[in-house]
């Protein structure tokens, strides 16, 4: 009976983040990119916790994978200090939809520096995220 | 090509699609060296690093209910990736899951269009449509080549 356990996850992984879009916009209408994302940062604080102790506090001394990961962050947060910036100044609905483009890098990025190839789905991919960027270029 | 004006939004997402795009590539990279959960820890570290540089003297004077939802935008983000992870480990194929979970811009577009009654024009829907199929496209991988 009922979804498949990692259906639902996905699901709620997606009522999380389309509703996340949607604060952010509430957020930065009245308070500038870089406060919002201090407190951004903060309420990302619990969940890193959980994570942190569930390893038993003991994270990989991997050094590439921690410099990835660390990376990861600062870049996810000058992307979401861009989004704000960006959402404070457009339609949370036509904004939200182009930011989801980002894909279209990461494959771009792994076709450069991990030659891998494209498949036929995501060239046809390219090809409408293309037509997105022209419309909203305008 | 016309640059500032209405749509000068269009530059700012740009930026966020570089940004989010060599995260991308990131990801791909990094959790076949550390796990998931090592990531969020990580997420968050360089999230800190960028806090000194930013302007910490405009957090004074905002509501309760702004600085609420400032808090709440930072945990939605997390909560979604931690879903993410959960549903990798409940056998998900990333082949699946990262196409299915990037359908998420649809609720953040029906809450703008409902909740704040934004009117998309005729040309934006379009571009809507474009975005959000070819960004679910884009990462639908396949399984021999990618997925982690």
Known sequence: MGLARWLTYALLCIIAWGTWGFVAKLGADKIAPGPLQILATAGTLPLALVAFLQLRMRLEKDGRGITYGILNGVLSGIGLLAYYAAVSRGKVSVVGSVTSLFPLLTVVLAFIFLRERLNRVQVVGVALSLVAIAIFSQ | ?148
Not at chain 2, 44 to 52: C, I, K, N, S, T
Not at chain 2, 112 to 122: D, F, H, K, N, Y
Request: aromatic share 12%; proline share 4%.
């Open chain 2, 1 to 148: 090509m016309k640059t500032a004006g209405t749509n000068s939004w269009f530059w700012y997402a740009l930026v966020t699609v570089v940004a989010w795009g060599a995260v991308g590539l990131l990801q791909k990279l990094g959790t076949n060296r550390i796990s998931s959960r090592s990531v969020l820890v990580w997420l968050f570290v360089g999230f800190a690093v960028l806090v000194p540089f930013l302007p910490f003297a405009q957090l004074w004077g905002l509501s309760p209910y702004l600085l609420f939802i400032g808090v709440l935008s930072g945990f939605l983000n997390a909560l979604g990736s931690w879903f993410l992870f959960l549903s990798m480990e409940s056998g998900a194929k990333a082949s699946v899951a990262v196409p299915l979970t990037g359908l998420f811009p649809l609720i953040t577009v029906l809450l703008g269009v409902s909740i704040l009654r934004e009117r998309p024009t005729a040309l934006e829907w379009i571009g809507v449509c474009c975005a959000l199929l070819g960004g679910i496209l884009l990462s639908r991988e396949s399984e021999a080549v990618g997925g982690s």
